[in-house]
């Protein structure tokens, strides 16, 4: 990224750090209630270079701006904000930048639910603790990531992105304790090949749609009488009068057991157990959830029919991409049975 730092900037970097993209392999809609997910990261990746300036200035390679920023104003609505909230939230940890300018690559898909915004947060921050000198545990990072996206940016996430691309590692998936916001790498074993696909139809959340089911789950707490639906079983979830948030409710509590026995599966190299539960899991997303659409469904099923061990939709649906599970060796003749099925869609990771 020298030369173009150079040419935009008129200066050399002083520190170069990235961070990557991610994907859900099973547990998706656990973490409000407060449970356990299982991210991995993607080999697209991030990269932030920076230098001390006269002026806060950033520069993205993807879409060919350069833009002020000014972390201690108010939020501009714009991409700067994913690069001047992580440094307000520095400031605030008393680790304070100067001016700086930011030049921004990234091959992590935009708009495709795989973290691309986490994904810059995280590399400022360890772009701007390389600038001066200072150092953070990865799990400071994400939180410092997630308190940008919450404070500065104004989207009230919570820590899973963000955890998953700080503390994430190539060739390992994080088991996430929601309630904890601790974790603990799985090494995937060579016979499991994940390959990430998009729809082709971009992720359109109807309005509200998030919030109702956020709601129904803890509804479904308040009814039960309990902290979360962490604290729920099977059992619990029968009695609730209400069909929809019993359903709402199904879902998380079987995901939470679906995600540990996706965990014991990884564990004892056994991918056809796990690709089984990635398609109940779907199933359960779109059945119980309803967070599916014609388009996922269809790419699931033409997955599996192609030969794949297990797919679901990975994200928070309505659009965007499956993650599935492909036996070794078989990917090029894998995709163009997808493709041929599903024409519009396209490879994220393969």
């Known amino acids: 990224m020298t030369p173009e730092f150079r040419r935009l900037f008129g200066l050399d970097p002083e520190v170069q750090q990235s961070a990557p993209g991610r994907v859900y392999l099973i547990g998706d809609h656990t973490d409000y209630a407060e449970g356990f997910c299982l991210p991995m990261p993607l080999a697209h990746l991030t990269q932030v270079a920076m230098a001390r300036a006269d002026s806060f200035r950033a520069a993205s390679l993807s879409n060919g701006e350069t833009l002020s920023f000014n972390p201690s104003g108010a939020p501009k609505g714009d991409w700067t904000d994913y690069i001047a909230g992580p440094i307000a939230e520095l400031a605030k940890r008393g680790i304070v930048l100067p001016p700086?300018?930011?030049?921004?690559?990234?091959?992590?898909?935009?708009?495709?639910?795989?973290?691309?915004?986490?994904a810059l947060e995280v590399a400022v921050i360890r772009a701007g603790l390389a600038l001066v000198g200072a150092a953070m545990t990865d799990v400071e990072v994400a939180r410092a990531a997630q308190a940008a996206e919450n404070n500065y940016c104004g989207v009230q996430c919570g820590i899973l992105d963000q955890m998953a691309s700080a503390v994430g590692r190539p060739g390992k998936a994080l088991l996430l304790d929601c309630r904890t916001n601790e974790g603990r790498l799985v090494a995937v074993p060579p016979a499991f090949r994940f390959a990430v696909v998009h729809c082709g139809v971009g992720r359109r959340l109807v309005d509200g749609a998030y919030n109702a089911r956020r709601a129904a789950v803890e509804e479904a707490a308040r009814l039960l009488g309990l902290r979360s639906l962490r604290d729920a079983t099977a059992s619990d979830i029968a009695s609730l009068p209400d069909g929809e948030v019993r359903r709402r409710a199904r879902h998380v509590v079987g995901e939470n057991a679906r995600v540990l026995a996706a965990v014991a599966a990884l564990e004892a190299g056994d991918p056809r157990r796990?690709?089984?539960?990635?398609?109940?899991s779907h199933y359960s997303l779109a059945g119980d959830y309803d967070v599916s659409t014609e388009a996922l469904d269809r790419l699931v099923e033409s997955a599996n029919a192609a030969?794949?061990?297990?797919?679901?939709?990975?994200?928070?649906?309505?659009?965007?991409?499956?993650?599935?599970l492909i036996p070794p060796g078989e990917a090029e003749g894998w995709w163009a049975k997808v493709k041929a099925a599903n024409p519009q869609s396209w490879t994220v990771q393969l």
């Open 274 to 280: 796990f690709g089984a539960l990635m398609t109940e």
């Open 100 to 118: 700086v300018a930011v030049l921004v690559r990234s091959d992590v898909p935009q708009g495709a639910g795989v973290s691309s915004s986490a």
């Open 307 to 324: 030969g794949a061990y297990g797919a679901r939709l990975t994200g928070a649906g309505f659009g965007g991409c499956i993650v599935t």
